[in-house]
T-cell receptor, first 115, second 111 residues
């Protein structure tokens, strides 16, 4: 199993550009999430999904969109990039309701810089 | 993460024991996780406590006290490779929501 994969690993954008960060998992996990990690701020939840077709907002959703058309994929879209979105983005997945606890498996991260 | 409190940084000597504390304010949750994150890498699972008490896994142990609202991670026989950030995370009581992370404790192990 590849686990949780993310592309690209690094990205530089100009203010106002849009892009999609890709995330895929091959573990048949129900739940998938996007976090951003900034120095001194820890991991903050952007959006999450408890199954295909179902998404919800986390702590810091503004400026980001998600969709979950398949179990495997959970892309994160930046609509109009801003310097405040410079961060490291982690995608995570977990088994969901089928397990007694919610251990999350993380992808390697995407390092995004917005100029 | 605003309900979870951890020290920002700690330094310890190789071969020593270090305890990283985590306090929280949530009244009910499924359990508490500890993750390890090396610089530039993704977090990886270390331990999960659902019942009060100590869970031992080799050099690492994790403790939970629900009545006192705190947990700790105990690292024994410290090695240089243990230099990393350690993240405490709640498994929320609403089963469908993802983990809520503290800001993490950056541990530096020195010779």
């Amino acid at each position: 199993n590849a686990g949780v994969t993310q592309t690209p690993k690094f990205q530089v954008l100009k203010t106002g550009q849009s892009m999609t960060l890709q995330c895929a998992q091959d573990m048949n996990h129900e739940y998938m999430s996007w976090y951003r990690q900034d120095p001194g701020m820890g991991l903050r939840l952007i959006h999450y999904s408890v199954g295909a077709g179902i998404t919800d907002q986390g702590e810091v959703p503004n400026g980001y969109n998600v969709s979950r058309s398949t179990t495997e994929d959970f892309p994160l879209r930046l609509l109009s990039a801003a310097p405040s979105q410079t961060s490291v983005y982690f995608c995570a997945s977990s088994y969901g309701a089928s397990r007694s606890y919610n251990e999350q498996f993380f992808g390697p991260g995407t390092r995004l810089t917005v100029l | 993460g605003q309900n979870i409190d951890q020290p920002t940084e700690m330094t310890a000597t190789e071969g020593a024991i270090v305890q990283i504390n985590c306090t929280y304010q949530t009244s009910g949750f499924n359990g508490l996780f500890w993750y390890q994150q090396h610089a530039g890498e993704a977090p990886t699972f270390l331990s999960y406590n659902v019942l009060d008490g100590l869970e031992e896994k080799g050099r690492f142990s994790s403790f939970l006290s629900r009545s006192k609202g705190y947990s700790y991670l105990l690292l024994k026989e410290l090695q240089m490779k243990d230099s990393a950030s350690y993240l405490c995370a709640e498994d929320p009581p609403i089963g469908n929501t993802p983990l809520v992370f503290g800001k993490g404790t950056r541990l530096s192990v020195i010779a």
